[in-house]
């Protein structure tokens, strides 16, 4: 039927189409075979043959002389250089690049890739490499880290392995099978990153499949961990045991996480994208920082709608670009958060930019179109409209607590807490995570809850077994209770484990907090983020102090790894993009200046209670400088 009604379209014209016309209703049709997919009818097969086109949007005089559609030049990303455009849920992606074709645009290396085929359709490849004992070159370096897999020369000549665990949260027996891969197949030891999630490092090419196979074996199923896919779902580490919390946020983390992996379409975005469930508890999620934040609320009795517990949603953060996610208005029962989430991830597939990578993440589509107009766009893909509530008319959850993420706290169920496990900038070996996974089972209900900042919890331990639990966790040399400075304590990869590293951020920031501890006594938490650049992993700019790698010229031309310092940098009820202070700060010389800018905090902070990060928003940055200028000529 369809292949009848476009030859009677053609007939109807009495004349062929011209090239151009058969190029743009080749879109129009590959529209509308994903429509009739997914309502279950039959597709147009056929329907751009009996018009004369072949199925990459040419037709096949064109193919077979070489010809491009309009607009499009030999060595661009047209149709002509890609397989064939698909009619299932991949349809919605070259849908998008086909618009900015047709506006004589370039796709990016990346898309380019993606379009000539899809990386999750590359275990063929995968496996090969693993047979040969090679490394990806070219698009397929990139094309890899939809499997979770990143090749990081040549900081390493190996592969790192990024994990998925929604909310965080993984039990005994999966980090101790974790430990086996890393003991077998890696450097035999694994990283907590900054979105609750675990990396491993030092895997061999030839390992690769088998490192694979042994994660969905124990049911870690990292697809979308890396490149252009939503990231790790991050929640409240807490959830559930919380006292504070206004709501446990796991069921939603574990909803959108199976969403997403069981949703195609919902991989090979413009760029990645993170999303994070806070439910009000006393450790912060950071929903701010991600390009969609949800965050618990509470609406008392008289209000315009029903009282009880709802969540807003924040858009477009990403403080290394200088942007906390903004509130969007909209009020969300809970059940309405994961469609939510998925028609934002839709509208951003359909309008992301495609050809500069520096410009395709949420917020510069925000940045072009304004807030309101992005909301309104969303709203077409939901089956629901969303409520528009003032935000001052919501009660935001309790502040949290910067330092409830160490040592040993109580829980809403009585009789029990968790503990904090103090990580050496997230490192953990082999014999500590057996260990840990040890202690879950023997004093706990096997549960290992990842947090952003870069440690661990563990929880329900019975209150009589918390002198065992101290001590096992000093045998395995790790710490339940932390100075105010190494609490605080973040740190990325570094130049050691990346390539973007300009510095060796994990070992420099070991340095940093050993030398403040040893010339200064703190009443009051410090947080240090330390980035080894400006993709800003560890986020710098939300730190009271913030370092970010760089390298500078010393002597005869060499290149010496240095930071810029940054301070003021706050989450929270503190929510503020830090300032810099100072550029070019050698790595050596950086713990002398935090200490001397901590030591005029101590010496001119109004009284004791008062935090380090509202002591310096007092002042401008010149008066800031001079400060510590006059810090450092005292303690000459």
């Known amino acids: 039927m369809a292949e009848q009604g476009a030859e009677a379209v053609a007939d109807s014209f009495g004349q062929a189409f011209t090239d151009e016309q058969k190029y743009y209703l080749q879109g129009f049709v590959s529209g509308a075979e994903v429509a009739r997919t997914s309502r279950g009818l039959p597709t147009f097969a056929g ?11 040419m037709t096949g005089a064109q193919a077979s002389e070489g010809a491009f559609p309009p607009g499009e030049a030999p060595g661009t990303a047209g149709p002509s250089d890609v397989q064939p455009s698909p009619s299932g849920p991949d349809a919605i992606h070259h849908l998008a690049q086909d618009r900015f074709l047709a506006e004589g645009k370039t796709l990016a290396p990346e898309e380019q890739a993606k379009r000539r085929k899809h990386p999750l359709d590359m275990w063929d490849e995968l496996q090969q490499h693993a047979v040969e004992g090679t490394f990806p070159k070219g698009t397929d370096v990139f094309a890899f880290k939809f499997r979770g897999l990143f090749y990081v020369a040549p900081a390493q000549d190996a592969f790192m392995c990024r994990l998925r665990f929604a909310g965080g949260l993984l039990s005994s027996y999966q980090l101790r099978q974790v430990a086996a891969i890393a003991e077998n197949l890696a450097g035999g030891y694994a990283d907590v990153t900054t979105r609750a999630n675990l990396q491993l490092r030092e895997i061999r090419p030839e390992d690769i499949v088998a490192v694979l196979n042994a994660l969905q074996d124990c049911g870690i199923v990292n697809r979308g961990a890396g490149a252009d896919n939503i990231r790790n779902i991050t929640g409240s580490p807490t959830a559930g045991i919380d006292p504070q919390e206004l ?17 195609r379409e919902l991989y090979g975005l413009p760029r990645k994208f993170n999303i ?21 609320v509470r609406v008392r009795e008289g209000a315009a709608v029903p009282a009880g517990v709802y969540f807003r949603m924040q858009l477009g953060g990403i403080t290394g670009h200088g942007d906390f996610a903004r509130d969007a208005g909209i009020l969300l029962e809970p059940d309405e958060c994961v469609p939510l989430a ?15 990578r520096k410009k ?31 935000l001052e008319e919501c009660e935001a959850a309790a502040p949290v607590s910067r330092h409830a993420h160490i040592g040993f706290h109580r829980q809403r169920q009585e009789g029990l807490f968790y503990v904090g496990v103090v990580l050496p900038v997230g490192r953990l070996r082999v014999v500590q995570l057996r260990g840990l996974a040890e202690i879950a089972d023997r004093h706990g209900s096997g549960t290992i809850r990842l947090t952003v900042w870069q440690n661990l919890l563990i929880s329900d331990i019975p209150e009589e077994q918390i002198f065992a639990v101290q001590a096992e966790l000093e045998n395995l040399g790790l710490e339940w209770q932390a100075s105010l400075l190494r609490g605080g304590l973040v740190a990325c990869t570094g130049n050691a484990g990346c390539k973007f590293s300009a510095t060796d951020t994990k070992r420099h920031a070991l340095e940093l907090a050993a030398h403040l501890e040893a010339g200064l006594e703190l009443d009051q938490p410090v947080n240090l983020h330390l980035t080894g650049c400006a993709h800003s992993c560890a986020q710098h700019y939300i730190g009271d102090i913030g370092f970010l790698g760089t390298k500078v010229e010393a002597g005869d031309d060499d290149m010496v790894e240095s930071y810029h310092i940054f301070v003021g940098g706050g989450y929270g009820e503190h929510q503020e993009l830090g300032r810099e202070i100072y550029r070019d700060v050698v790595a050596s010389e950086a713990p002398a200046v935090a200490k001397n800018m901590l030591a005029a905090y101590l010496a001119h902070r109004s009284n004791p209670d008062e935090p380090f990060v509202e002591w310096t928003r007092r002042y401008a940055t010149d008066e800031l400088e001079a400060l510590f200028e006059e810090q450092l000529v005292a303690a000459r």
């Open 276 to 296: 994070a469930f806070d439910g009000g508890g006393r450790i912060s999620a950071l929903a701010e920082t991600n390009d969609v934040g949800f965050a618990a």
């Open 47 to 57: 329907t751009l043959a009996s018009l004369g086109l072949a199925p990459g949007g």
């Open 342 to 356: 998925a028609a934002v991830v839709r509208m951003f597939i359909d309008h992301g930019d495609r050809t500069d």
């Open 247 to 263: 709501i446990d946020t796991r069921p939603l983390t574990g909803q959108l996480h199976h969403y997403i992996l069981n949703h």
């Open 360 to 390: 395709a993440r949420l917020k510069y589509l925000l940045d072009r179109w304004g807030l309101e107009q992005y909301i309104e766009e969303v709203r077409r893909h939901l089956a629901y409209d969303p409520v528009r509530f003032p």
